[in-house]
């Protein structure tokens, strides 16, 4: 898959903003991102799943970053 230079700047944004908290913006661009590159349905999980949310970031950062 080709990585689109936009979603590549879109995710360095929204990861700078990431510090102990997600917004729900932020959390919307996570999941759609993760979709993307990870082949799999768009889904919103529960924020409470502090270790998916982990997960799911360090895997765009390898993807994207």
């Avoid at 230079?5 to 908290?21: F, G, H, L, M, N």
């Avoid at 997600?22 to 799999?40: E, G, M, S």
């Amino acid at each position: 898959m080709v990585i689109d230079s936009k979603d590549v700047q879109e995710w360095s944004e929204v990861k700078a903003r990431i510090t102990r908290t997600i917004d729900r913006k932020d959390f919307r661009v996570l999941c759609r991102l993760h979709a993307k590159y990870f082949n799999h349905k768009y889904n919103e999980f529960c924020t409470c799943n502090k270790k998916l949310i982990r997960q799911w970031i360090t895997e765009l950062n390898e993807k994207l970053i």
